[in-house]
């Protein structure tokens, strides 16, 4: 997501129309063989041999999310393929199975009860909608997933791992970065706009709690991931008189709010979910204006950052697939790849690769750490596994089309925040 200095909605709508917008769903049945010993005395069980252990993507390659789901699948191949040819895991050779649900729910359902009984666990599910229809399904065949959702209705569950932070705790940060950078002040009135569904509710969640907290009125607009021209939402936000504007949508409505609102003369802070942004933005004719007043709150750090762990991943990234974008899914890929495969060595160490010990190996990691950003506590299934966010901005020169303006942190609150939950 980037800023356009824009005038025409029709050109912005035009443009953005061709990018990813969100949602998401599926569900599904697997078969559950009982697990037995390998030739090496490891138990196993399904998705593993004496020669493989095989993981499962859900993904999105032909809907909306097409250019993420690409971006994953194609980091977690390296992860897979620089594992193997280190020995594998185990003595075993990695294998991933992807299957495209193209963002539909039923396709995925389907997806999930075809692969699920030849797999050991899913270092990568897309989409709120499909993990929430299939959460039944993973909790019974006792599947250790990752989604690529963030909200805190998925908490909870042994199985189901929310990587980084969930959506409320992001625009908590959001409201701390406004009032801390944006001279924003009690009495102030904020506008937050939101997808309909878990990703817009529990952001929402969030920025009610903060905002009460500064003495800050929240003005919310909720939308659909079907509508991409913003007009309606920003001529409502400017007679409230808003000073800032959260945004918990996709790339394409990030673009529209802040082009549509830079024309009209309302050029305020815009601060957005880490899934309201895409590099692809930065070719938009919104890209000057998300420059000059977007921020985005992420658990994860831009591509762009001088950490060791991420710039040799990039530097992989592009000699394995010269001339591919490196986006935010690239890291988060690679980062869910990593800690998988910490887990499943992990619950070889302890003697077992079958499911639900592969769980509790993951449960019992309480600072997982793949050099790729903040560590990250696995071991309550109730809270996120991280409460630390970094602020980023775009910056179309930069890796990915991002920097970091403020490195990892937890916002002050986030702590009472989780306690009254």
């Not at 936000?237 to 529209?256: C, M, N």
């Not at 530097?315 to 010269?322: D, L, M, S």
Request: with cysteine.
């Amino acid at each position: 997501m980037n800023h356009p200095t824009h005038r025409t909605r029709t050109v912005l709508a035009a443009a953005l129309t061709a990018l990813l917008l969100a949602g998401t769903g599926c569900s599904s049945k697997a078969d559950s063989d009982s697990a037995a010993d390998g030739a090496d005395g490891v138990k196993a069980g399904p998705g593993v041999t004496d020669k493989a252990i095989k993981l499962g993507a859900l993904t999105d390659l032909t809907g909306p999310y097409a250019t993420l789901g690409k971006s994953i699948v194609q980091a977690q191949q390296m992860w897979a393929d620089e594992t193997n040819a280190k020995g594998g895991i185990c003595g075993r050779k990695v294998e991933i199975v992807v299957k495209d649900h193209g963002y539909d729910v039923q396709k995925a359902v389907t997806a999930y009860a075809d692969i699920a009984p030849d797999v050991v666990a899913l270092p990568q599910v897309i989409g709120s909608p499909v993990v929430a229809a299939l959460l039944d399904d993973i909790e019974r065949d006792k599947m250790l997933t990752f989604p690529q959702a963030w909200a805190a209705s998925l908490l909870g569950k042994d199985s189901v791992q929310v990587l980084g932070t969930t959506y409320d705790l992001d625009m908590i940060a959001a409201v701390d970065f406004l009032t801390r950078t944006k001279g924003l002040a009690k009495g102030d009135t904020i506008g937050h706009v939101y997808f309909e569904g878990d990703y817009g509710a529990n952001a929402l969640e969030g920025s009610e709690w903060a905002a009460k907290k500064a003495g800050l009125k929240v003005v919310g607009q909720k939308i659909k991931a079907t509508d991409t021209d913003l007009s309606a939402q920003v001529s409502a936000l400017r007679k409230e008189g808003v000073k800032a504007i959260l945004i918990s949508a996709g790339p394409a409505q990030t673009a529209s709010l802040v082009g549509v609102a830079a024309s009209r003369g309302l050029q305020v802070p815009v601060v957005s979910n880490a899934p309201g942004y895409a590099p692809q933005l930065m070719e938009t004719p919104a890209a000057k204006a998300l420059e000059a007043m977007l921020s985005v709150v992420s658990a994860a750090p831009a591509v762009s950052a001088d950490v060791p762990g991420v710039k040799t991943m990039v530097a992989a990234y592009q000699k394995k697939y010269p001339g591919a974008l490196v986006d935010s899914g690239v890291l988060s890929g690679y980062n869910a790849a990593q800690l998988m495969g910490a887990d499943l060595k992990k619950a070889c160490e302890d003697g077992s690769l079958a499911r639900e010990d592969v769980v509790a190996a993951h449960r019992s990691q309480s600072n997982a750490d793949a050099g790729l950003g903040t560590p990250q506590n696995f071991s309550d299934k109730a809270k996120p596994a991280s409460s630390s966010t970094y602020v980023l901005k775009p910056d179309a020169k930069a890796v990915g089309a991002m920097v970091i303006v403020e490195e990892a942190h937890e916002a002050p609150g986030v702590e009472e925040y989780l306690a009254s939950k």
